[in-house]
């Protein structure tokens, strides 16, 4: 096992020295001149200049990303353009609000998507199943955004219970994290349905049965834990995705995570914290499939890892 974590933790390096070589040319090619955000209008082409070779933007490209390289090894990505604050600092004071986020999307979505996949399976061809099956879909065509727009009408603006910004408390993370998990659970209560019914065919939920165990053990002991090998792979990546898309919802609930503060830098040219935030949510990502595939070991002990 440690063998195996070893070796993907090295495979994680050329990972995100791809990642790293991505956003800064994808950063570097987009329209706009950090300079002229940071000196307005009104400023000359001296004063740009000046701005620019502040920043090291006068360096040549491939300068430039070895300057940002060796930095991020030592865990230094470099200051704001905009603040002029350490982007780690401030990537870490923002990274709880995200993961508050992403942990409770992942979570609705795990309680509801395996839930309404357990009931269509266990009611396959029938009306319940009809219409969980209806209700996924309608769950995976709809934009979080606008869910959560219309999340925040019902119970903000016309029912009052819960508020419409902020991340002060259990209560303001409710409706954000709906908007943001709707689209997991969907997919998960599919992935659950199709993964249920194809073990069902298995000679040994038929030998379980003929046992004359009760229904609920044979779905719960047999048929949905070997359901899972699937269905936690899908949670992981899904858990990964709710992290990037944090930044439209947090931007819907003015949530001050990493998704305000990427679409913040966007907006300004901040090149460091852009390729900063990026760089996090991709080794978030990385490091949650690690974890998904050591979990497997642990749902199917013939699994082994060598």
């Not at 357990?118 to 996924?136: E, K, W, Y």
């Not at 069902?200 to 053990?217: C, F, H, I, N, P």
């Not at 996090?280 to 050591?294: H, M, P």
Request: proline residues 4%; glycine residues 10%.
């Amino acid at each position: 096992m440690s063998t195996y974590i070893a070796k993907r933790l090295l495979t994680i390096i050329p990972t995100m020295l791809g990642v790293a070589l991505l956003v800064f040319l994808m950063v570097h090619m987009t329209p706009g001149d950090p300079a002229r955000a940071i000196g307005g209008l009104e400023a000359d082409a001296e004063q740009l200049e000046a701005i620019r070779q502040r920043l090291g933007l006068h360096q040549p490209l491939h300068v430039q990303f070895a300057d940002f390289l060796r930095g991020a090894l030592r865990g230094d990505l470099g200051r704001s353009f905009s603040t002029g604050v350490p982007v780690t600092e401030e990537i870490f004071n923002r990274l709880p609000a995200t993961m508050r986020l992403a942990l409770g999307g992942i979570t609705l979505a795990v309680i509801i998507g395996i839930s309404a996949g357990v009931m269509a399976a266990r009611h396959n061809q029938t009306p319940i199943d009809n219409l969980v099956m209806v209700g996924a879909m309608v769950g995976v065509s709809m934009p979080g955004f606008w869910f959560g727009l219309m999340l925040m009408f019902l119970f903000a603006v016309t029912l009052g219970w819960l508020p419409t910004s902020g991340a002060d408390s259990l209560r303001h993370l409710i409706l954000p994290s709906m908007a943001l998990g709707i689209r997991a659970a969907a997919i998960l209560a599919r992935l659950t349905r199709s993964s249920m019914l194809e073990v069902m065919q298995k000679d040994y939920v038929r030998t379980a049965r003929g046992k004359g165990l009760s229904e609920s053990v044979v779905m719960h002991r047999h048929v949905l834990r070997n359901s899972l090998i699937s269905v936690v792979t899908i949670v992981g990546l899904q858990f990964g995705s709710l992290l990037a898309g944090t930044v439209i919802i947090e931007q819907v609930f003015a949530w001050p995570g990493l998704g305000r503060l990427l679409i913040r830098s966007l907006m300004a040219r901040d090149f460091p914290m852009v390729q900063g935030v990026i760089l996090y949510i991709a080794l978030a990502f990385v490091l949650v499939n690690l974890l998904v595939d050591l979990a497997y070991s642990l749902l199917d002990p013939r699994i082994q890892y060598s």
